[in-house]
């Protein structure tokens, strides 16, 4: 099973992590994989591409992070955009598939480290 955190800051999503293989079909030819990997590399260029962004990428073949360093104001309304669509999209393939891939959103605290 893929396990996936999202954290968002407002409607922003900040931080998420990817664990595990969904164990739909073997490595190569898993869908529920594929669609994970598509929605969450359409964020990361999406993101990337605007000014005042930063996507830090971490991949060690057991873990894929993607963390927002930084963001800038005039790209909120974007970012919220992107995040939504992601949101959906992940939120859908967990239902639809909800024994292979499993999300859990984490709201940002601000004043806590």
Do not use: W
């Amino acid at each position: 099973m893929i396990k996936s955190v999202l954290v968002v800051d407002g409607e922003v999503i900040v931080d998420a992590e990817f664990t595990g293989h969904s164990g739909f079909a073997p490595a190569g030819g898993d869908i529920v994989c594929a669609a994970v990997s598509a929605i969450i590399e359409s964020y990361k260029l999406a993101v990337s591409t605007l000014d005042g962004c930063t996507v830090d990428q971490f991949d060690d073949g057991r873990v894929y992070r993607l963390r927002l360093e930084c963001y800038e104001d005039r790209n909120i309304g974007i970012l919220e955009g992107a995040s939504r669509v992601v949101l959906c999209g992940l939120k859908s393939l967990s239902l639809l598939h909800c024994d292979y891939f499993k999300i859990t959103i984490k709201e940002l605290k601000h004043g806590s480290s």
